[in-house]
């Protein structure tokens, strides 16, 4: 049984996307992502001479800074800053700029669901803009699954609240990757079948899960494809848009 959506999608039908680059002037890199009526803006700063306190001098450092619309930082941004640190970490090519680092700033604009997945296209849109050394792109994806266990790809602020359960999804976009041939295999499988970052929250079985991980696996290649396009534009300020896929 599939779950009737008040704003009229299939289950794996994701919002309108639109992605904007190089928008702050004062940033090394910036851009904007839109999922429907979720929006973030993220800037990058550095790499920067020096590393922080308990991180690796010989490896460049990666700083998240989450800045919400409204209101004060709290546990749940925090929670998301971790996330998202640990994820660009391991998309960037950390030993080639040792002992600097690299700020990523997040700016809600707007939450409509699916933010840390919007913030995370977001970000990886903003390092390329940037000029930081990345293994691959990334792409993020938010799957729900609803009470009867239906799957629900890129759900709204309302579809959240209403789900029992949802997994961040990242993936990786191979077709970009600065790493040697032979790095494309881990432990036999193609980069791209791999999971960058997985985050659940509620109640799922593991079939359910498996599902999400497939259904999520199956929209990304789009989103990949949305990504790719708007980083072939020129490095003056473009804007890329599609229509629900």
């Not at 794996?12 to 973030?40: F, Y």
């Not at 266990?149 to 359960?165: C, H, I």
């Not at 295999?185 to 659940?200: A, C, M, Q, R, Y």
């Amino acid at each position: 049984m599939e779950t009737d959506r008040k704003d009229g999608r299939t289950p794996n039908q994701l919002r309108p996307l639109k992605c904007s680059r190089n928008i702050l002037h004062r940033a090394h890199g910036s851009a904007s992502w839109s999922q429907g009526e979720t929006k973030v803006l993220a800037a990058v700063y550095g790499p920067k001479a020096g590393t922080k306190k308990n991180e690796d001098p010989e490896k460049a450092c990666i700083e998240v800074i989450w800045k919400p619309k409204t209101g004060q930082i709290g546990k749940a941004e925090k929670e998301c800053e971790m996330i998202m640190k640990k994820t660009i970490q391991s998309i960037c090519l950390l030993t080639i700029n040792p002992n600097t680092t690299t700020s990523v700033i997040v700016q809600v604009v707007n939450d409509d669901g699916a933010l840390l997945p919007c913030a995370i296209n977001a970000a990886c849109a903003a390092l390329v803009d940037a000029g930081i050394p990345l293994k691959h792109l990334a792409v993020a994806i938010c799957c729900c699954v609803a009470e009867e266990g239906s799957v629900v790809l890129d759900p709204t602020k309302l579809e959240e609240q209403q789900m029992r359960g949802f997994a961040y999804l990242v993936f990786p976009n191979s077709a970009l990757s600065a790493l040697p041939e032979g790095s494309y295999l881990v432990n036999g499988e193609p980069l791209e079948h791999g999971i960058i970052t997985s985050v659940t929250h509620g109640v799922m079985s593991v079939d359910e899960y498996l599902k999400c991980v497939d259904r999520g696996r199956a929209a990304c290649a789009k989103l990949s494809g949305f990504l790719r396009n708007s980083l072939q534009k020129s490095q003056f300020p473009s804007d890329t848009s599609s229509k629900a896929a």
